[in-house]
């Protein structure tokens, strides 16, 4: 190759070379004092949280304070100091412990209030919750977002639903993980190291305790249910039943034509009917036929979600949405306290609440006085 075209060549490339430089520098340059700027908006219209958010994307890009020059123009450029001073307001007192990222399925009141709660608990103890994503029931918004997260190297993440759930337990095995509100949670196979989780399901003696505030006497309790779906829920209940001298009358069903032939032969043998969240069980059209059977024979309706209470059943003993966030936070906490990636394994919630359905307590003509007085009770309509 001639002389001039290798020096042709050499200048060519050097001048790629600088020019994709000071192009990659004045991009990184702009996100930052665009983060930092967002940052500062946020913080003056006391949005704290989202103000620590964004200076922390800012120091990502440009990890250093002072002038920050873009073309001929400087910038001033303190992302550190004012991410100091928003942790001062917040309370946030000497280093953070850890950082929390939060992914939750979709934006729904319940995973709403669990969000809440968690950041309320994280503050106390030093915890920043740098970032919460929402899926809004996307799973390919999902699989984008756990790419984000992987990168930003969070200490802790918090899935909130099924589908969040889901999504990083797949991708993320060196991060500790807690999953929430996920129903069934043993059909997803979240037995791995880095998992620690909140069932959704309130434990069967508190959910008993709940019940009994209502009803006098429960001897025989029935149920209907598919195996594959709450078959464990159920073997589980039906043991800790019999401790507490109930007995749980099951029927076993495996699609939800059958629920009108269980439903049948249980209405006569029973005190109550309890409904745990089982797909193949209740549907739109199953819960219809199960609750104007069970009210025709004056039989109470059971269930784990205060949804349904809205619609027609008698009462629903559930987690307390804000508490498990708070839990979830402790957990973290504990975490951190591990030098290793370890699961803390999977338990119940700590405090659950009853929704109770008046109309339905009057047509079955039970006294709700005594009930009302508790401070975890909700009544509808």
Known sequence: MPQIIKSK???????????????GVACASKIAVTNYNKGLEAMEN????EAI??????????PEDGKLKIGMFFFDYEPNQRLRECMQILGIDGEILAFAV???????????????????ECFKNNIFVRAAYDLRGKVKLGRKMVKKIKKMKPDIVLTIGVLATTVVKDEIEDIPMIFCMVINHERYGLSKPNITGI??????????????????SLQNIGVIYDLS????????????????????IKYEVKSTEMVSEALDSLINRIDALWMPADSTVVTRHSFKYIKETTHENNIPLLCTSDAFVKSGALAAVFSDYKDVG??????AKELQSISTVRSLGIVSPDKYKVAINSDTAEELGLKLDAVLKNSNVIVYP
């Open 229 to 248: 779906k709450t078959g464990s829920i159920v073997k589980s209940a039906e043991l800790k039943m019999k401790k507490s001298g109930i007995n749980l």
């Open 199 to 216: 069932t959704t399901e309130v434990d069967i003696e508190k959910q008993l305790t709940g019940y009994s505030s209502i009803l006098d």
């Open 53 to 62: 958010a964004s200076f922390e994307e800012a120091i990502d890009f440009v």
């Open 9 to 23: 060549l050499m200048l060519f490339l050097c001048f790629f070379l600088i020019t994709f430089l000071v192009c």
């Open 326 to 331: 708070r839990q979830s936070a402790q957990i």
């Open 46 to 49: 006391g949005n704290y949280e």
């Open 102 to 120: 939060v992914i939750k399925s979709q934006d729904i009141s319940a995973y709403n209030e669990v969000l809440e709660g968690f950041k309320s």
